[in-house]
């Protein structure tokens, strides 16, 4: 049986830099891969490290207007920003195009049989919508993959489960009308953080209309009350829409010390996390599932807690790294708050999907 887990990185990742006092830097791929290679991750028998190749215009058009990717491309060559967190430069073109590129390979790897998984470094730029960029995100390379290997590879049903901190507001747009890719969001309460989107009543239309699944959760929310939620929904979902393969996109953001997310995620949240993915895919879609991991906002953990989903993903059983930090206690009105959006959304979504029925 094939379990290798492709691993698609390039060193001008790293061009993604938004700027002194920004965020989101270049180093952290770096960091991550160094990290990776410190701890044996990428010495693994069943892994294979490659570069990708820069995604094309017809490729960005699969899912961005011509108009949108144009302005993109002007205000690279003026070196212009696209919004004032979102700076456009021909170097953060190129990575950009080079990360779209990135999670597409590892569609096509993945639905092609060359390998069961691939990891995309750096993917997750879900804020992207068809005519607008914004939350760090010019391109997105989540909605891009999805969509070539339905066009290219005759997919018909695709999973997304955005497990990042923030809403995937330009993901869930994309397909907000398509009952071809069940959208499934977890992430922080959207009137607590940006892009203050992703409510439980936001379901999709017309054709769409539960295909798009939104799990907020209150701040200081943790491992079990988080790992609980996907169960409840998550899992069942996947069971019933059967995907021919998983898409997962996030990152170290919903970790307790991130700066720019409150959610309460340990490093082996993270883990068991990652297993969590990793074992539905292999039950429900023969194992085809591509994680991307690309946000994340305190470099001292952002490294540790890729490592740890990629150790998941890999098929590690155990991982011999430490959390840098002591843990806080989640906050006792956590799992009540969660135990209601979970009912809520059952009962949104029951004449819909007969496994909430």
């Not at 804020?127 to 010019?138: E, T, V």
């Amino acid at each position: 049986m094939n379990n290798n887990v492709l691993v698609m990185y390039h060193e001008k990742f790293k061009q993604y830099d938004l700027g002194e006092g920004h965020p989101l830097r270049g180093d952290r791929y770096v960091n991550a891969m160094n990290f990776f290679k410190k701890h044996g991750l990428l010495d693994l028998d069943n892994v294979i490290v490659k570069e990708p190749q820069p995604a094309t215009i017809e490729d960005l058009l699969m899912v961005h207007d011509t108009k949108y990717v144009n302005t993109i491309f002007r205000l690279a060559k003026e070196g212009m920003a696209y919004d004032a967190e979102t700076p456009v430069s021909p170097g953060i073109l190129e990575a950009a195009l080079l990360f779209v590129g990135n999670s597409i390979e590892c569609g096509r790897a993945v639905m092609n049989g060359d390998v069961e998984k691939a990891i995309s470094i750096g993917g997750g730029f879900h804020h992207a919508g068809k005519d607008y960029g914004g939350g760090f995100c010019i391109f997105n390379d989540v909605a891009t993959a999805a969509e070539w290997v339905r066009a290219k590879m005759n997919v018909k049903r695709v999973l997304i489960l955005d497990y990042d901190a923030h809403f995937g507001n330009g993901t869930s747009d994309i397909f907000y009308q398509d009952p071809g890719v069940l959208f499934i969001s977890i992430h922080q309460d959207p009137r607590t953080i940006y892009p203050g989107r992703g409510f439980t009543w936001e379901i999709g239309e017309g054709p769409g209309k539960g295909f798009n699944i939104n799990i907020p959760l209150p701040p200081g929310t943790g491992d079990n009350t988080y790992l609980h939620a996907l169960k409840e929904i998550f899992i069942p979902l996947a069971e019933e829409f059967k995907p021919e393969i998983i898409f997962a996109n996030g990152g170290s953001d919903p970790h307790f010390a991130d700066r720019l997310g409150s959610l309460g995620l340990t490093v082996d949240g993270f883990f068991k996390l990652a297993h969590l993915i990793r074992e539905t895919a292999d039950r429900i879609c023969g194992g085809r599932l591509v994680l991307m991991m690309g946000s994340g906002y305190n470099p001292e953990v952002l490294p540790i807690c890729w490592y740890a989903l990629a150790s998941g993903i890999v098929g590690l059983e155990r991982i011999n790294v430490k959390e840098p930090y002591n843990p806080p206690t989640e906050p006792p009105y956590c799992i009540r708050k969660v135990e209601e959006t979970i009912n809520e959304l059952k009962g949104l979504l029951k004449e819909k999907w007969s496994c909430f029925k």
